[in-house]
């Protein structure tokens, strides 16, 4: 499924983003979007790829990394073939591209990279202090 990412800009610490990510109406093995957990990651220079945030394919469950917990919100919007990462309290530290990716595995592999499929080319997010 492919998918686009946007809503990535610099940003003043303290501040706000939403970013968002839009799959495409094709399929994958007759699989659709709604049908798809979906995840965010974020990887800084020099640092490997890490994981954000992720949401069960209804959205009824949502799991956060500690770094981001209180401050981050994922959510999505299965009409729209889209999925959300809205960034509160935005640190210096949360400056990386940020990629979403469909996991078609079961929820419990919702925060391991290695389980997730498709990706996006991702958007750049920079935090000045």
């Known amino acids: 499924v492919p998918l686009v990412e946007s809503g990535g800009e610099l940003v003043q610490a303290g501040g706000s983003l939403r970013l968002s990510c839009a799959a495409s109406g094709r399929t994958w093995s007759g699989r659709t979007f709604s049908t798809y957990h979906m995840g965010w990651f974020r990887q800084a220079p020099g640092k490997e790829r890490e994981f954000v945030a992720a949401i069960s394919w209804s959205g009824g469950n949502t799991i956060y990394a500690d770094s981001v917990k209180g401050r981050f919100t994922i959510s999505r919007d299965n009409a729209k073939n889209t999925v959300y990462l809205q960034m509160n309290s935005l640190k210096p530290d949360d400056t990386a591209v940020y990629y979403c990716?469909?996991?078609?595995?079961?929820?419990?592999?919702?925060?391991?990279?290695?389980?997730?499929?498709?990706w996006g080319q991702g958007t750049q997010v920079t935090v000045s202090s």
């Open positions: 990716a469909t996991n078609p595995s079961g929820w419990s592999t919702g925060t391991k990279r290695e389980f997730y499929r498709d």
